[in-house]
Each structure stands twice: as C-alpha cells, then as structure tokens.
C-alpha cells in the first residue's frame, strides 16, 4: 500500500473511529482547522458513507451529518463518492496516511479531511500489527496480562452467540414445508447424524441420517444392520466414503453409526408433546442410559452443541417461553470439557482463572469466530487493553 502507515483494513479503521482509539486532544484538519469529536456518528450498514449522524466542531462550527472513511485520500475518487450525490452530506473525511490529498463533493466543494495517524496510540499499533503473525492467538504475541472482567465479558458474550450459532446450525436441517413437529424431529435427527460425524465425516453421517428418515418405520435392528450394509460395513459396495484420519476404535464410524441410530429411533418415538414439558432435558439423559452411552464424551457435547440449542429453537417456533428460558439456563449452567487445542490458547493469559473458559461453549466460539478469524477489533479484551 503505498504511501500508507496503515497496513490494516478498513473494517479496523472503522472500530478505531466508532470506538474513539486515538489522542483527540489538538486534532486538525490537513488544512490547519481545529477539530473536536462531540459525536463520531452511527456506524452505516448499509449503502453511503460509514457513519452516520455525527456531531462535529470544525474551527469554532458545529458541524452536523457523515463521516466517510478510507486508508487513503485516493479511496474517495476511487469508489466514485465525488460523483456520488449521497456524499454530499459528509462533513468530514477521515484516512490513515502520510500525505493525505484533497477531496471534493459532487457539488465541487473541498472537504476537511483529518489524518489520524499521527494520533494513533503505539499500544494500538503494536498489538494490531501482530494481526498478520503466525500467533495462535493474535494477542498473545504482545499481551500476557489481560483483565479478568474483559475476559469473562467476552466469553459471556460469545458464549451467547454461540447459543444462536447453533439454533441456526439446527434450522439448516428444518423443512417448512413438512409439519412443524414432523420437521422439528427430522432436523434435531439430522443434527444428532452430524454431530456423530464430526470432524472428517459429517457428510458421510448425513446421507446415512437422510436414509435412515426414509427407513425410520422398520424394527431398530433391521435398521441398524440395513444402515452398516448401506454405509458400506458390509458385503455390497457403498458410494459413501469414510474419513479414518484421527479415528480411535470408540469413535469408528461403524460405532458412531450405531449410536446415532440409537438416539435418533429414541427421538422419533417420543411423543410430541414430551420435547414442550418441564422436564424435557431430561429425555436425552434417559436415551443415553437405555442404551449405556451415558458416559459417552460425545454424546455429552452433543447434549449441549445439539439438543439444548433444539429445544431453545421450539421454545421459539412454538412462543413457548418457559421452553426458551429454561433451555437459555441449562445452556449457561451446563459445562463440558473444550478441547486443550482450543484452551491452551487461552491458558497463557497468567491472570485469567482456568474454570472460567475450559469448560464453558462460549470458549469455542471465541477461539473459531473471534481469535482465529482476527475478529479482535470486535473483542472486548483488546479495547480494554488499548483504553487502559
């Protein structure tokens, strides 16, 4: 990027601005102008300048309506705002650069642009700048003492959006076009299927949950012998192929089938009206002790990543409020061992309790949406960290 001393994205850019990261004591324009920031606006999700809404003191005038930001001057001619009539109500012009250009409105007129590199704080801009680097966590390059209260906000707030997470991940296998109990039953069938079938052989799980829906009617042990011949444990060929990558004798595929077969028939022949009772939590404990699996780890994550976000989606399809909010409990309340690839990550924060992450969903979904992702602009921990 030429010319630049911002090598980060726009979305970056974005946060810093809406987030006010940077010294706004004697801000300038690149013309000399006195600037003061009585609102940095109302970030735009939708077509027109980023922020929306802003209150800003230009030499002595109060300024009200957008902001438009770009890495360089030469954004603004570049995506077509000097053409662009909607630009007309930026007010200011904000970019990251070391010689800033001029730019101007449909209407000709010049607008004030502010360079905010010069007001960067160095804390900001050496944590960002191991955004890119080969650390398992983008942080942990540069921090190692963290605030405990950050971290919990964080967790809490990924842990609830991982409870959303999965109820969408649930609604992918729910077929309006079947009635809603018949489709509730058929999508958390498909989502036990897949759920046996993590991580190499979801696919595979799925074609044999889609055939077993079709087979549902017969005897459980014709079944399952049915569904090994068809997955291709058997005498006849199978278009299904099996991932053995990683595979323990507990978790082979021949296993895993059985087990899903298992927990699905058990679903199926649940009455209805069963999954809107008090107790409705309780049926997958029963399904695993008829069939000994209650110790199964497998089935203890699924019970969580699974069944709980299920019944919090038919607590919603149905208003069933006391269904919602008792699934929204168990789901804060239940814990289940991460995987150590996920929580070593977090084990080198040396002022951070263990108990508050290893055993809690929301850990996975900070580590796969937040951390891995570089979503940090997004997390409460770095801006505690930057503010601090």
């Known amino acids: 990027m030429p010319d630049s001393g911002f090598k980060y994205s726009e979305n970056i850019l974005q946060w810093i601005w809406k987030n006010l990261l940077f010294d706004s004591r004697e801000l300038k324009t690149t013309k000399g102008k006195s600037i003061s920031i009585y609102d940095q606006?109302?970030?735009?999700?939708?077509?027109?300048?980023?922020?929306?809404?802003?209150?800003?003191?230009?030499?002595?005038?109060?300024?009200?309506?957008?902001?438009?930001l770009h890495l360089q001057s030469s954004g603004w001619k570049q995506h077509g705002h000097n053409v662009d009539d909607s630009y007309n109500k930026v007010v200011l012009h904000v970019v990251?650069?070391?010689?800033?250009?001029?730019?101007?409105?449909?209407l000709g007129e010049e607008l004030p642009t502010l360079n905010l590199l010069p007001h960067l704080p160095y804390q900001l801009s050496s944590l960002i700048s191991k955004f890119d680097q080969s650390y398992r966590?983008?942080?942990?390059?540069?921090?190692?003492?963290?605030?405990?209260?950050?971290?919990l906000k964080q967790i809490?707030?990924?842990?609830?959006?991982?409870?959303?997470?999965?109820?969408?991940d649930f609604l992918s296998f729910y077929k309006p076009e079947l009635l809603p109990s018949i489709a509730w039953k058929y999508a958390l069938v498909l989502s036990v299927f897949d759920g046996f079938g993590i991580s190499n052989n979801r696919e595979a799980m799925l074609k044999v949950g889609e055939w077993f829906l079709e087979q549902c009617k017969k005897n459980s042990k014709s079944v399952i012998d049915d569904a090994l011949e068809f997955s291709g444990f058997g005498e006849i060929d199978s278009e299904i192929n099996w991932n053995y990558k990683g595979v323990f004798p507990a978790s082979h595929p021949k296993n895993r089938i059985v087990q899903a077969i298992n927990m699905a028939s058990s679903i199926l022949v649940t009455p209805f009206d069963r999954f809107l009772e008090q107790n409705a939590l309780d049926l997958w404990n029963t399904w695993a002790n008829e069939f000994d699996l209650e110790r199964n780890?497998?089935?203890?994550?699924l019970?969580?990543?699974?069944?709980?976000?299920?019944?919090?989606?038919?607590?919603?399809?149905?208003y069933h409020s006391k269904l919602v909010k008792l699934s929204v409990l168990e789901w804060n309340r239940y814990q289940v061992p991460i995987p150590k690839s996920i929580t070593k990550s977090f084990d080198n924060f040396q002022d951070i309790n263990p108990k508050t992450y290893r055993k809690k969903l929301g850990a996975v979904h900070q580590f796969n949406t937040y951390c891995k992702a570089r979503r940090c602009h997004e997390c409460f921990v770095l801006k505690k960290v930057i503010l601090s």
């Open 96 to 106: 990251v650069e070391n010689n800033p250009k001029s730019v101007y409105t449909s």
């Open 41 to 68: 606006g109302e970030l735009n999700h939708s077509d027109g300048p980023d922020f929306l809404n802003a209150k800003i003191l230009i030499d002595g005038l109060e300024w009200h309506g957008a902001v438009e």
């Open 137 to 151: 966590l983008p942080c942990s390059g540069s921090i190692r003492y963290i605030s405990e209260e950050a971290f």
């Open 303 to 318: 019970y969580g990543t699974v069944y709980i976000p299920s019944l919090y989606v038919l607590g919603n399809l149905f």
């Open 156 to 168: 809490e707030k990924a842990h609830k959006e991982y409870l959303e997470k999965k109820g969408n």
């Open 297 to 301: 780890r497998r089935l203890k994550v």
